[in-house]
Structures are given as structure tokens and as C-alpha cells.
T-cell receptor
Framework: SQTIHQWPATLVQPVGSPLSLECTVE??????LYWYRQAAGRGLQLLFY??????ISSEVPQNLSASRPQDRQFILSSKKLLLSDSGFYLC?????????????FGEGSRLTVL | LAKTTQPISMDSYEGQEVNITCSHNNIATNDYITWYQQFPSQGPRFIIQGYKTKVTNEVASLFIPADRKSSTLSLPRVSLSDTAVYYC???????????FGKGTMLLVSP
């Protein structure tokens, strides 16, 4: 069966520090991968999505970046965090060949920038 | 991208049936309609998905009219544990960016 892992689960970082959140998917090949952010009391904002290795599309201009170095690995990064980067970050995957829009989410990473 | 509109919040009591409607006026021909449930500090969880007419599974039913410009998630006999945010999502994983709307906060009271 397919599983998705995100880490770290919780992170507290000072303003201006770098960030790296990692997501891996097991049990499937060539998934579409997504990074979402959820600020406190808000909905889900799509940040990045990837349809293959090295292919990243950004939905919102910001100081965050994403990379997909391997088929089932998706990394969210920042060189210098801002206070506004605080939030709940969710990685998700979907099967490209099903064309149905069903997403499978990880458990999330809560980032607090101080 | 098909944009969705849902009520911000709904209140119900245990044992009642709850219907949450989502509007998606510019849905594309190939788009599916998917509903998710999210508890605090957890990732959203798939509830049900449909393309047209009615779909039913062990937890919910999804009603989609012929024009597909709206859909209604029906939760039979809700319990306190159904208190959560419910999202309607319209799109195709392979081609769209699957953008979520603001969701509906359902509060179930005793």
C-alpha cells in the first residue's frame, strides 16, 4: 500500500534562518506531488506542485522553493524565513494516471517562525 | 481552474443529516468533484468523489445535478466526531493544480 511521510513534524525557527521540509512517498511510481500551506484558521493554499523529477511549478511568489531530486521525494526549502512563513505545511500525492483529483496527504509539518 | 464556493460554517446536532453544498460554476468537462475532511493539525482525508449523478459509500453520499455546477455532500446521522472542516475540490490531478477553497467548518453538538 502507498504511504506518505513528512518530517519534521514540528519546527521552531528564528527569522532569517533556513528551512528544509522533506516528504517521501512509498508504494507508488511517478506520483504528482504537492506542497500546501495552511495558516492558522485559514484554508489550504497550494504552494508548489510537481509532475516529475526536476519539474516544479509555483503557484504563489514567495521566498520558498521546492525541489524534486528523486521520483518520490519532494523538498520544501527557504534560505531566509519570514514571520509570515509560519503555518502548517502539508505534502500530498496523487496518481497521475487516474485523472480523478484524489489527493493523499501526509500528517503535516507545523512551522513556527519567531 | 474551477473555483469553488462553500458556506463558511454550519451547525448541527448529533443524529441529524447534514448537507453541505459547494458551487463550482465553471467546472470543466473532465473535472471530478472530490470532498475531503480535515481535523485540526491533521492532513485532509478523502471522503468521497464523483463525476455526475449520485455516489454513495459507507460514510457519505454525493449528489451532483446534471449541469454539474454544484454538488452536495450528505452526511447521514452525524456524531460529535464529524466536527471538522469539509473541503470541496474540483479538478484533475494530472492537469490541474488542485486548489482548495476555504472549506466549511461543521460543528456537531450533543
Amino acid at each position: 500500500s502507498q504511504t506518505i511521510h513528512q518530517w519534521p513534524a514540528t519546527l521552531v525557527q528564528p527569522v532569517g534562518s533556513p528551512l528544509s521540509l522533506e516528504c517521501t512517498v512509498e508504494g507508488t511510481s511517478n506520483p504528482n506531488l504537492y506542497w500546501y500551506r495552511q495558516a492558522a484558521g485559514r484554508g489550504l493554499q497550494l504552494l508548489f506542485y510537481s509532475v516529475g523529477i526536476g519539474q516544479i511549478s509555483s503557484e504563489v511568489p514567495q521566498n520558498l522553493s521546492a525541489s524534486r531530486p528523486q521520483d518520490r521525494q519532494f523538498i520544501l526549502s527557504s534560505k531566509k524565513l519570514l514571520l509570515s512563513d509560519s503555518g502548517f505545511y502539508l505534502c500530498a500525492w496523487a496518481l497521475d494516471d487516474r485523472d480523478t483529483g484524489e489527493l493523499f496527504f501526509g500528517e503535516g509539518s507545523r512551522l513556527t517562525v519567531l | 481552474l474551477a473555483k469553488t464556493t462553500q458556506p463558511i460554517s454550519m451547525d448541527s446536532y448529533e443524529g441529524q443529516e447534514v448537507n453541505i453544498t459547494c458551487s463550482h460554476n465553471n467546472i470543466a468537462t473532465n473535472d471530478y468533484i472530490t470532498w475531503y475532511q480535515q481535523f485540526p493539525s491533521q492532513g485532509p482525508r478523502f471522503i468521497i468523489q464523483g463525476y455526475k449523478t449520485k455516489v454513495t459509500n459507507e460514510v457519505a453520499s454525493l449528489f451532483i445535478p446534471a449541469d454539474r455546477k454544484s454538488s452536495t455532500l450528505s452526511l447521514p446521522r452525524v456524531s460529535l466526531s464529524d466536527t471538522a472542516v469539509y473541503y470541496c475540490l474540483v479538478g484533475i490531478s494530472g492537469y490541474s493544480t488542485l486548489t482548495f477553497g476555504k472549506g466549511t467548518m461543521l460543528l456537531v453538538s450533543p
